[in-house]
């Protein structure tokens, strides 16, 4: 079917946010082969399923960092649980001040998260993976922006917790920025991001019954 | 190219062992995240490994955008409700987003670390 085609298609982009321009491509692809999402998406079945090694394969990176950790352990673990509980909770909060649906909330909570790992965890809360998705590419999108003011400002030059905080709060498109200021940027960004990840992971569905009646 | 399928057939007997701890120990975590976690003690306690897992994980990590592609073209197919709310998201994320850093750059300095 050319729908198989258009898949394969779409997916070939090297440019620096394909998911960016990419979408919307689909999107209008979509219309003009009058295709419809479910077939889309199931059409996707393998691209789909490669998430869950994706996300496991995490852990090399992961662990070629692991012995910079030590020296900072203490300070790294409690900025870690402050900074990941922050981020989620500061999404719900001001989502409830700005009047959200329930449902959208819960689509939002996990946006700091890498999206492998945002999926699942968002499936789990009852949100709508779709909007995660963006949710995550904005939030990293927008992390990305923001950090040079806030390392300006808070005056932090100290490249492992740039790393770090970028990792935590704008995961893998945090990351790769983080690897333009140096590699060991990059090294923490990608312990913010996969520790952020499990922390999440385990503190967001305790939570969100709590703060969501 | 052998190599890639052993990585990768790692990968997945990795999120298998995950999805079974987690059946098991009826945790609440994505069965991958767990195999993730499961790969990096392996990992840490065996470096040897790491070379048989890196070209596929490289191939996968670099590619991850790709993978996310299905699930984000349905904001396109988002039910009106929720559309009409999407600037007041985006200024949720962008509020979080920053107030999450500046929070965490607080902390840090706070933690008084010593530059180096």
Redesign the interface.
């Known amino acids: 079917m050319i729908g198989l085609w258009v898949y394969r298609r779409s997916g070939r982009n090297t440019l620096l946010h394909p998911l960016l321009i990419g979408t919307p491509l689909i999107f209008i692809a979509m219309i003009t082969l009058q295709l419809d999402f479910e077939s889309y998406y199931e059409g996707n079945g393998l691209l789909r399923w490669l998430l869950g090694p994706a996300t496991v394969a995490l852990a090399i990176p992961l662990a070629q960092q692991m012995h910079q950790v030590p020296a900072l352990f203490k300070p790294l673990l409690v900025t870690l649980f402050l900074g990941g509980f922050f981020a989620a909770l500061s999404a719900l909060l001001l989502g409830k001040l700005v009047a959200l649906d329930q449902q959208v909330l819960l689509s939002l909570a996990a946006k700091s998260v890498t999206t492998p790992i945002a999926l699942g965890l968002t499936q789990k809360l009852g949100g709508l993976t779709s909007l995660i998705t963006v949710a995550v590419l904005l939030t990293g999108i927008i992390g990305v922006l923001l950090a040079p003011m806030v390392f300006r400002m808070s005056k932090i030059d100290d490249d492992r917790w740039q790393g770090f905080i970028l990792g935590v709060t704008a995961h893998a498109i945090g990351t790769a920025k983080a690897f333009e200021i140096s590699p060991r940027c990059g090294a923490f960004s990608t312990l913010g991001m996969g520790l952020n990840g499990i922390w999440t992971s385990v503190f967001l569905p305790l939570s969100v019954s709590f703060f969501l009646p | 190219m052998i190599k890639l399928a052993i990585g990768?057939l790692g990968?997945?007997i990795?999120?298998g062992l995950?999805e079974l701890v987690v059946r098991l120990l009826a945790i609440?975590?994505?069965?991958?995240?767990l195999?993730?976690?499961l790969?990096?003690i392996t990992?840490?306690v065996r470096?040897a490994l790491?070379d048989w897992?890196?070209g596929?994980?490289?191939h996968?990590?670099t590619n991850?955008?790709?993978?996310?592609?299905?699930?984000?073209?349905?904001?396109?197919?988002?039910n009106r409700?929720?559309l009409l709310?999407f600037p007041?998201?985006?200024?949720?994320?962008?509020?979080?987003?920053?107030?999450?850093?500046?929070?965490?750059?607080?902390?840090?300095?706070r933690?008084g670390?010593k530059?180096?």
Request: proline share 4%.
């Open positions: 990768l990968l997945c990795f999120q995950g609440d975590l994505p069965g991958a995240l195999g993730m976690i790969l990096l990992l840490v470096p790491r897992l890196e596929t994980s490289g996968l990590i991850l955008s790709l993978l996310f592609m299905p699930a984000s073209v349905g904001v396109f197919f988002l409700d929720i709310q007041a998201i985006v200024v949720v994320l962008i509020g979080s987003t920053g107030l999450a850093m500046a929070f965490m750059a607080w902390v840090v300095l933690s670390v530059r180096d």
